[in-house]
Nanobody, 120 residues
Framework: QVQLVESGGGLVQAGGSLRLSCAVS????????MGWYRQTPGAQRELVAT???????NYADSVKGRFTISRVNANNTVYLQMNSLKPEDTAVYYC??????????????WGQGTQVTVSS
């Protein structure tokens, strides 16, 4: 199994920026897609952005043009650069990694979540 440790959350005013980081550690035989999800108490967890091992990124329509996902494979780290933040972006953000475990089985790893709060 792997562990995902997130950092970078916090409080920011509308229009500001934050950069989230997620470092993956532990035993694995390769990380496929990585992504960021977010969740508020009144909604289900939603996908924010994903990035493949080759660097192909996909975004939710709500963040397209404002957020940028990237990864550094050598460091097993994924980032989420969040610009032009809106109050609607307030949520707990979770890092996700789909990785190959023992016998190359596909598994999911999740971070503990980091709070992002955007004030008006």
């Amino acid at each position: 199994q792997v562990q995902l440790v997130e950092s970078g959350g916090g409080l920011v005013q509308a229009g500001g920026s934050l950069r989230l980081s997620c470092a993956v550690s532990g035993s694995h035989f390769g990380i496929d897609d990585m992504g960021w999800y977010r969740q508020t108490p009144g909604a289900q967890r939603e996908l924010v952005a994903t990035i493949s091992s080759s660097g192909t990124a996909n975004y939710a329509d709500s963040v397209k043009g404002r957020f940028t996902i990237s990864r550094v494979n050598a460091n097993n780290t994924v980032y989420l650069q969040m610009n032009s933040l809106k109050p609607e972006d307030t949520a707990v953000y979770y890092c996700n990694a789909r990785y190959r475990g023992r016998f190359y089985l596909l598994r999911d790893g999740w971070g503990q979540g980091t709070q992002v709060t955007v004030s008006s």
